[in-house]
């Protein structure tokens, strides 16, 4: 509570970092109402993260009604701020045709901006899209391996599995590669081992 009374005397004050940082606060305790007025203050100032969040809010329909419209609108000046989360969820929509025309080029781009600013979610994506040609004119499994090694690197777990299925030649036996599938195999057991990995 006393850190709550800090930030609501900065935030009080202009300090735009206090207001995004209270919006979240007020989020964390599902206090929307609250939430959505400093975190739409700090983005009346141009605060990348705050206006993410708020994409995120109105994506999702957290303590609002869902708003696709306005969602991406805020997500897409993040995203033009440098918010590489934003590059991520807006891929779904040009992926999907969402709000905009469809256009699976532009969210490739999206999704490998994300990837390369962090995001160890759009590296799976891609990686998944070029195994199983989603959304794409076709399937590149050196590429789909290319992106979830970044995936594993950026802290995707998930994406060992998939690495050890390919090289596992489950895929195309072409992939086959047994000093691969032993290395990937060994990963997944050892992050099962740690609790890292859900065993399914």
Same mark, same amino acid.
């Given at each position: 509570?006393?850190? =709550?009374?800090?930030?609501?005397?900065?935030?009080?004050?202009?300090?735009?970092?206090?207001?995004?940082?209270?919006?979240?606060?007020?989020?964390?305790?599902?206090?929307?109402?609250? /939430?959505?007025?400093? =975190?739409?203050? /700090?983005?009346?100032?141009?605060?990348?993260?705050?206006?993410?969040?708020?994409?995120?809010?109105?994506?999702?329909?957290?303590?609002?009604?869902?708003?696709? /419209?306005?969602?991406?609108?805020?997500?897409?000046?993040?995203?033009?701020?440098?918010?590489?989360?934003?590059?991520?969820?807006?891929?779904?929509?040009?992926?999907?045709?969402?709000?905009?025309?469809?256009?699976?080029?532009?969210?490739?781009? =999206?999704? %490998?901006?994300?990837?390369?600013?962090?995001?160890?979610?759009?590296?799976?994506?891609?990686?998944?899209?070029?195994?199983?040609?989603?959304?794409?004119? +076709?399937?590149?499994?050196?590429?789909?391996?290319?992106?979830?090694?970044? %995936?594993?690197?950026?802290?995707?777990?998930?994406?060992?599995?998939? =690495?050890? /299925?390919?090289?596992?030649?489950?895929?195309?036996?072409?992939?086959?590669?047994?000093?691969?599938? +032993?290395?990937?195999?060994?990963?997944?057991?050892?992050?099962?081992? +740690?609790?890292?990995?859900?065993?399914?």
């Amino acid at each position: 509570m006393k850190n =709550l009374d800090y930030l609501l005397k900065k935030a009080q004050s202009g300090d735009i970092d206090s207001q995004h940082q209270l919006g979240l606060e007020y989020f964390d305790n599902n206090d929307y109402p609250n /939430a959505l007025k400093w =975190l739409n203050e /700090a983005a009346s100032k141009d605060h990348p993260g705050a206006i993410f969040m708020l994409g995120c809010i109105y994506n999702n329909g957290w303590g609002v009604k869902v708003d696709k /419209a306005k969602a991406f609108e805020l997500l897409k000046k993040a995203s033009e701020l440098g918010v590489h989360g934003a590059d991520f969820l807006l891929s779904f929509f040009y992926l999907e045709g969402e709000v905009v025309k469809q256009d699976t080029h532009k969210a490739q781009l =999206l999704l %490998a901006k994300a990837a390369v600013g962090g995001v160890s979610d759009a590296a799976a994506s891609l990686g998944k899209m070029y195994l199983n040609g989603a959304y794409l004119s +076709e399937i590149d499994h050196k590429k789909a391996i290319q992106w979830f090694k970044e %995936a594993y690197q950026l802290g995707d777990n998930e994406s060992a599995c998939d =690495l050890f /299925a390919i090289y596992k030649g489950e895929y195309d036996p072409e992939d086959a590669d047994p000093k691969q599938a +032993e290395y990937w195999n060994h990963i997944v057991d050892q992050l099962l081992d +740690e609790g890292k990995l859900n065993d399914e």
